[in-house]
């Protein structure tokens, strides 16, 4: 039996070790390449848009009256 799934591991084997030596180099290029992800702002007190201040906009119902 095992010379019936002979041919099968040794395919499987063959192409995972090129899948490594062609692709490799290119992960560790993208990976050197990538920038580090700055830590988000988890503030509470300026929710919406970054560097903008809660205040400065104006309520959507005060335009009601």
Request: glycine share 6%.
């Amino acid at each position: 039996m095992s010379r019936r799934f002979t041919p099968y591991m040794v395919a499987v084997l063959t192409g995972v070790a090129s899948g490594v030596y062609i692709f490799k180099p290119l992960f560790e290029e993208v990976a050197a390449n990538r920038k580090p992800v700055p830590p988000m702002n988890t503030s509470i007190a300026s929710p919406g848009v970054p560097g903008k201040s809660p205040a400065s906009s104006p309520s959507p119902h005060s335009s009601a009256k």
